[in-house]
């Protein structure tokens, strides 16, 4: 624990700058029916818009990976702060879905600057030993954002459907100026050019294009396939939540920030509390596989609840299976990643962009035609990646025998 308690300045920071810039990300989460159809757009250009979001931090997280590695940590989260913040604004200010557009890509680009640099950071800053923890901490932070946001969001929103996004402007700015005035870069620069030298370079020359088609070689290749297949199922879900509460039962924004907000309190709890002995006692390719099995379920139950209590239990429990399997899996890349913390998370990102372009755009049209579709397919997509992962886990079981 020496490390992690002398190391625990700089995590608590990232976790308070994560949590400024994902409560203002879930601001805006409960008013996005109501700000879409003030606009007249339908939910297949609700989906485009996700997926362009998600398309400039696919293009551009691999870059921003490595770049991390290059040029420190600090440096990049400050920029991508900075940046975000002026895609929420230009978002709140928008009357055209061109500038929608724009501001959609804006904030991708600063997703990928941000989320590589602040798991590789960190990484640097944990043992393999407390790995786990520190993830849990970083995940926690994005979750509790996510928690109070929708919250704060539904309130706000009663003095007017665009404030949230100049609220989430404001929180942007706010944590690149804790980054810049509090933060310590985990490495210095030279360090870090050093480090990557030898292992990135090779993987450095080649475009995402090449990085993606060579992936299947890595050793976390199986782990990249669920990033995708949860973020793919996750996207479909959030995509189209507000928009089918919406249509199907008449909720207002308060209605579903209230859902948001407490149906995600227990993964912020696990994470903090229990997650990393849940890794240790299990492992996680059991917790992995455990917690695709309960999202898909639960996400198919949302097509057949109808009272009020029985769609925040739903939720409820959809969202604990996710907030505990997004750090298994980054846990679980991280330990296999050595020497490239930076560019492994940049495939993360890479991958959870893939899905959450595909995801958005499906759940979008598939909703214009019937509003619960997109949940179906959701529920399928992941119970057949559940099916994979223990195929997998049997083929790394017997080999593992053999070898003993």
């Given amino acids: 624990m020496a490390l992690l308690l002398k190391n625990r300045g700089a995590l608590l ?14 601001l805006i989460i409960p008013i996005m029916p109501r700000f879409m159809e003030t606009l007249g757009i339908t939910g297949g250009i609700v989906g485009l818009l996700v997926a362009a979001f998600s398309l400039t931090q696919l293009l551009f997280s691999p870059l921003a990976g490595r770049l991390s590695d290059k040029f420190g940590r600090k440096k990049m989260i400050v920029i991508g702060m900075v940046v975000f913040a002026g895609s929420e604004a230009l978002f709140g200010v928008a009357t055209s879905s061109t500038l929608l557009f724009v501001a959609r890509l804006l904030g991708g680009i600063s997703a990928a600057m941000i989320m590589p640099a602040v798991m590789a950071y960190a990484a640097d800053v944990t043992t393999k030993a407390e790995r786990a923890k520190g993830m849990g901490f970083i995940n926690a932070a994005i979750t509790t954002g996510f928690i109070i946001g929708p919250g704060i969001g539904g309130y706000i929103a009663e003095f007017g459907i665009r404030v949230p996004f100049y609220a989430a402007a404001v929180a942007g700015l706010v944590a ?7 933060l310590k870069e985990s490495k210095p620069v030279e360090e870090e050019e050093e480090f990557v030298a030898a292992p990135v370079s090779k993987k450095g020359q080649s475009g995402i294009l090449s990085q993606l088609k060579h992936s299947y070689r890595e050793p976390y290749f199986l782990s990249l396939i669920i990033v995708f297949v949860l973020s793919f199922g996750l996207a479909n879900f959030e995509t189209v939540f507000g928009l089918f509460v919406d249509h199907k039962f008449g909720y207002e924004p308060k209605d579903i920030a209230f859902i948001i907000t407490f149906g995600s309190i227990a993964g912020a709890v696990v994470q903090v509390t229990v997650f990393s002995w849940i890794l240790q006692q299990f492992g996680e390719r059991r917790v992995i596989s455990a917690c695709l099995l309960v999202a898909g379920v639960f996400i198919f139950l949302t097509l057949f609840v109808h009272q009020f209590w029985m769609v925040f239990a739903v939720t409820f429990i959809v969202f604990l299976a996710i907030d505990i399997l997004r750090p298994a899996i980054g846990t679980q890349m991280s330990m296999v990643a050595k020497d490239q913390q930076g560019y492994v998370a940049g495939l993360n990102s890479a991958f959870t962009s893939l899905g959450n372009i595909a995801g958005p755009i499906i759940a979008g049209f598939l909703f214009d035609y019937n509003i619960n579709y997109p949940y179906a397919l959701a529920a399928v997509v992941l119970l ?21």
């Fill in 384 to 404: 057949l990646s559940f099916v994979l992962t223990l195929r997998e886990n049997k083929r790394s079981h017997q080999g593992a025998r053999t070898a003993s």
């Fill in 13 to 26: 920071i990232l976790m308070f700058n994560l949590l400024l810039v994902f409560t203002g990300i879930g």
């Fill in 176 to 182: 690149a100026l804790i980054n810049l005035v509090s």
